[in-house]
């Protein structure tokens, strides 16, 4: 089995080198061995984060200019699926994802490989801060956490899911299953546009429990997406697009109450300017 670390990065140079010195601690055995490979995409640094790369023994895509999460998403299903890597593993830069939890992704997998052993057979492994409440857990912004509650009871509704964590980036994802997906949303509205698209296509989930970490309050997304309000409409815009996109493919209810065509919305306004940071 081999596996793909992707970490997306936007100035990220406070951090990055911590974060790859402990993934690299973490992996050392299975990538001496071969299993696992590293990629890093830079999506477009303005500060030292490419020429700190550079030193480390990863891959790297460099974007000339910032395109967004979705899209160091999109890059990494790409990546792995042309590489024939059996599973992908993302992870922030930001020392919000503890690499000492990559273990425990890594067994998910090999039970989701064994699934008649356990009932644990996954296409998607999500990382939640919300499944198993820890005691060291931080305390999110109000609006951040509130925007993920109603989002995520909304994916349940619609879905027929039961999700803790709409939005960790923290996931494992078995590539030959999410790389028919077709997921073209860059920013970070891409979790409302994957979850629809992989209940459509018939995909298994899994949540796990990781810490929940928050260590800048104040860190940005960038644009006007910094106003909980935009950012809660956009979210919910971009869900409902994907919904009316794969609405042969998912639960009868799965588009109630949705008026008019939210994908013709979406382009008739300017998206909200969107980072990885």
């Known amino acids: 089995m081999r596996t793909l670390i992707a970490i997306p990065v936007y100035n990220e140079q406070r951090r990055l080198q911590a974060v790859l010195d402990r993934v690299l601690e973490e992996t050392e055995t299975l990538r001496a061995a071969g299993e696992i490979d590293i990629l890093a995409s830079d999506d477009g640094s303005k500060d030292a984060s490419p020429t700190l790369l550079s030193h480390f023994p990863v891959e790297v895509i460099r974007h000339a200019h910032n395109r967004g999460y979705g899209r160091t998403m999109q890059d990494a299903f790409r990546w792995a699926a042309f590489d024939r890597f059996d599973w992908l593993i993302t992870m922030d830069c930001d020392e919000q994802h503890e690499p000492a939890e990559i273990p425990a992704f890594l067994e998910a997998i090999r039970q989701a490989d064994r699934p008649t052993d356990n009932?644990?057979?996954?296409?998607?492994?999500?990382?939640s801060r919300y499944l198993s409440p820890q005691d060291d857990n931080d305390s999110p912004p109000a609006d951040r956490r509130s925007i993920n509650h109603k989002i995520t009871a909304e994916l349940n509704d619609r879905l027929g899911l039961a999700l803790t964590d709409g939005f960790c980036g923290f996931k494992a994802y078995r590539v030959d299953a999410v790389a028919g997906l077709d997921l073209t949303e860059d920013g970070y509205a891409f979790p409302m546009q994957f979850w629809v698209y992989a209940v459509a296509a018939g995909l298994r989930i899994r949540e796990i429990p990781v810490r929940l970490i928050y260590n800048d309050l104040n860190r940005s997304f960038g644009g006007p997406l910094d106003d909980p309000a935009i950012r809660w409409d956009h979210y919910r815009r971009?869900?409902?697009?994907?919904?009316?996109?794969?609405?042969?493919?998912?639960?009868?209810?799965?588009l109630d109450?949705?008026?008019?065509?939210?994908?013709?919305?979406?382009?008739?306004?300017?998206?909200?300017?969107?980072?990885?940071?």
């Open 238 to 254: 971009v869900m409902h697009c994907a919904l009316r996109r794969r609405r042969s493919d998912l639960p009868a209810h799965a």
């Open 119 to 127: 009932g644990q057979g996954a296409d998607v492994i999500s990382g």
């Open 257 to 277: 109450g949705i008026a008019g065509d939210p994908c013709e919305e979406i382009r008739e306004q300017q998206t909200p300017s969107e980072q990885t940071a």
